[in-house]
């Protein structure tokens, strides 16, 4: 519709050697470079399998009412394939396309029945082709979104006035009510989370914490120890674990001056 | 949206609901006050050359396109009425070789520059374009906008992909919103374009939108 | 034509470059080119309408009273060419007997409603439809919408705040209503979203609220 056709020769180049790969932007195209017997393949992004398709379909200048099922699927697999050597991840939607060309390559390839009344027996592409032609005419209108859009952003409104503060625009849809209530059902989570890590602090591990920090520490002041409790009852459980080491003589409090930090260090 | 918490941004509520709603009052006592006041001392309008002053005025200063309608309201005259002088108006507008158009848009009248300007307009605002819209979203669009209101399955399925990313960048761009449920197995939630949408692509309504057969002649005629 | 990788990546829309070749650009490269080019060939005006309407133009966008200093540095030209360019606009534009006028203020000009409409203009701004909802509010209401009936206190503590004040201006604006005493202590009232609710966010019935689940079939890659 859009893109330069490129005629290419119809892949007579089954296995084809490794091609020269090139990663471009935006033009898909599997151009043949005839100074050698390899392939050069620009390769594009495509929005989905219907997508790929039919600009294989245009590549080989085949009708989209008369696909050629054998020779398009094995372009399709081939493209796969290519997309997969370059470690780009294939997404389930053109793997599962690929599973419906197959299928239906095996059909094609079935004798009909010869018993079956003609037009009894409906084509077994109908279904793709009705698809086909159902996107193409979105990828189309795509098309013109784009340039309407373009349009539009070459037009340009009045700059904010005073009285525009008083009512933004800004909407709000249903959605984000949801996402409001999301975030606050989030806040509460986070809440919850504190709550049980909480609970899960033991006095025997206090006092392993609060070892742990005089040993390694060789000095440790009390206030730093403190301020790591998370809530008032761990902050319970330190003042307590602090009277407890002191009790068993583990450790030994003191202050270098009047009113001034209270240090701990373990007891010689 | 903004998200941040205890800032003072407002959010409208959807603009389209409370049109169709006419509107929908708040009992904030003094704006009660100043229409009960508006009520006694209705304000007329003097000649034709008047009416139109004034809804010149009223478009520049709304910040959404300007329907006949509410002017109407305003001026307590026939919506009739306002749509001539509006006519005539626009006449005047667009026939100025100006940098200005007046233009019909989601529904109402909007003063806006002409795009012919446009490189002299950025490059006094030093703006970028600024919205961007994958390609993967614009296809999502137009099946939206041609289907609506449908639900993700049946987009997904004319696309050919099962990823709904796309809907979910439509629907946080505000370009699409929820339609209510469709009456089937699950109840699926249906989606459809908003006045947003409207605007962003200079659409007086959807019925400007070119007929999708007319994509179909043109497709077909491709291979 | 342009193709995208299936998700988010977003192309710059440049209409420059569409009216340019008509095609969608993407790629970095070429994209860094055009702009590389613009700069190279300066935006030339081509005759005095031309300018004039591009005066205007900036005028309008501009957020703060335009000066021709500053026109004169986009259009390139001499601050005297575009000074009477400024001149011929404003005696166009204040010559006409319309509702807007191009007055100069601070050392600049900008468009503004004539004073003799002010009234009509006020009485506008009055008119509009006012839903302005705070973030507060809004997850208040999102609360209520979700919960209900509940209460008070309830509300308060899943919002994790201590402020009710946000209920009062939902009540103000009609969103919310009482719906009954709860049965505890207290017998507190219970609150629930109203029908200007649903009609403001275009539901048929509560039911057609978005479920945590229609949110997660969006999020989550695959259906």
């Known amino acids: ?268 | 949206m903004a998200k941040q918490q205890g800032t003072e941004q407002a959010f409208d509520v959807d603009p389209l609901a409370a049109e169709a709603d006419g509107e929908l009052e708040t009992a904030d006592s003094s704006r009660e006050a100043e229409r009960g006041e508006a009520d006694l001392t209705p304000l007329t309008v003097q000649n034709v050359g008047e009416r139109k002053a004034i809804i010149e005025a009223l478009i520049y200063v709304s910040d959404e396109p300007l329907n006949a309608k509410s002017v109407a309201e305003v001026l307590k005259e026939d919506p009739s009425v306002v749509e001539a002088g509006i006519a005539s108006l626009v006449e005047e507008f667009n026939g100025r070789a100006s940098g200005l158009q007046l233009r019909e848009v989601a529904g109402g009248w909007q003063f806006a520059t002409r795009p012919e300007y446009h490189e002299h307009v950025r490059a006094f605002l030093k703006s970028r374009p600024s919205a961007k819209l994958s390609l993967a979203s614009l296809e999502t669009l137009a099946v939206i906008a041609y289907k609506q209101p449908i639900t993700v399955p049946e987009i997904l399925d004319i696309r050919g992909v099962q990823s709904p990313s796309s809907i979910k960048t439509l629907l946080d761009k505000k370009l699409i919103v929820a339609k209510g449920r469709k009456e089937a197995v699950g109840r699926p939630m249906m989606y459809g374009t908003s006045k947003a949408f409207l605007i962003q692509f200079g659409l007086k309504d959807l019925s400007e939108l070119p007929s999708i057969e007319d994509f179909e002649d043109l497709v077909s005629g491709v291979v």
């Open chain 1, 1 to 268: 519709m859009d893109e330069p056709l490129k005629a290419t020769e119809p892949a007579a180049v089954e296995d084809a050697a490794p091609a020269t790969v090139k990663v471009a932007g935006s033009l898909p195209e599997i151009v043949p470079d005839h100074t050698t017997d390899d392939l050069k393949i620009v390769m594009g992004d495509f929005e989905g399998p219907l997508d790929l398709l039919l600009h294989l379909i245009r590549q080989e200048q085949v009708s989209i009412y008369d696909i050629p099922v054998a020779r398009i699927t094995d372009e399709y697999l081939r493209y796969l394939q290519v997309m997969q050597n370059l470690d780009m991840a294939v997404a389930g939607d053109f793997l599962v396309m690929a599973a419906t060309l197959i299928e239906l390559k095996t059909k094609m390839l079935l004798p009909r029945d010869p018993f079956a009344a003609v037009e009894e027996e409906a084509d077994p592409r109908n279904e793709l082709v009705d698809q086909l032609l159902e996107y193409q005419k979105y990828k189309a209108a795509a098309q013109m979104l784009w340039s309407r859009a373009t349009v539009e952003r070459a037009v340009f409104k009045r700059a904010e006035l005073e009285t525009d503060k008083n009512n933004p625009e800004v909407v709000v849809g249903v959605f984000d009510l949801l996402r409001v209530f999301q975030e606050i059902l989030g806040r509460h989570a986070d809440e919850v989370l504190l709550e049980i890590e909480r609970e899960e602090i033991s006095m025997a591990e206090m006092i392993e914490r609060l070892r742990n920090m005089v040993m390694s520490a060789g000095e440790l002041n009390l206030r730093v120890f403190f301020e790591r409790a998370r809530s008032r009852s761990e902050l319970v459980l330190a003042f307590l674990s602090v009277l407890e080491l002191v009790r068993t003589t583990e450790i030994k409090l003191f202050q270098r001056k009047t009113f001034g930090d209270i240090l701990a260090r373990v007891a010689s």
